[in-house]
């Protein structure tokens, strides 16, 4: 999946917690989101200046909370991991150490209890 369609997908599927996100769909929304934000935070500071205020950064933030937590839960469910894991997130540190290596995981071949293989074309090319 390619970066566009990666977006594409994270958008149409915005509220979306059920089915399976492939390591690319999920990392190229990761991507897309931290250019976002970079590009929010700088022009905060090209408006508002050295002022602690950031409204830009923050509608932006808000506008992609959704979509970025539904590809983590889909994520999730490509491991074959119910999407209440993403709770770890909470445990500082350890928690963001598992759940990183979990988003880097292959996903499992074939259907799981959480829906069928992405299609081939949708599938991740690292190994």
Not at 78 to 107: A, E, H, K, M, N
Request: glycine fraction near 8%; include cysteine.
């Amino acid at each position: 999946m390619g970066f566009g369609a990666a977006i594409r997908s994270c958008f149409a599927k915005y509220v979306t917690f059920s089915g399976r996100a492939v390591r690319s769909e999920f990392w190229y929304f990761f991507l897309f989101s931290l250019l976002v934000n970079i590009a929010a935070t700088a022009l905060d500071f090209a408006i508002f200046g050295m002022s602690p205020y950031r409204p830009l950064q923050l509608i932006a933030n808000l506008a992609l909370l959704l979509p970025r937590i539904s590809v983590a839960v889909r994520r999730l469910h490509d491991i074959d991991r119910s999407g209440w894991w993403f709770f770890l997130v909470l445990v500082p540190i350890i928690g963001w150490i598992i759940q990183l290596i979990w988003y880097c995981t292959r996903g499992t071949e074939g259907d799981n209890r959480f829906g069928p293989a992405p299609p081939r074309a949708m599938a991740d090319a690292l190994p």
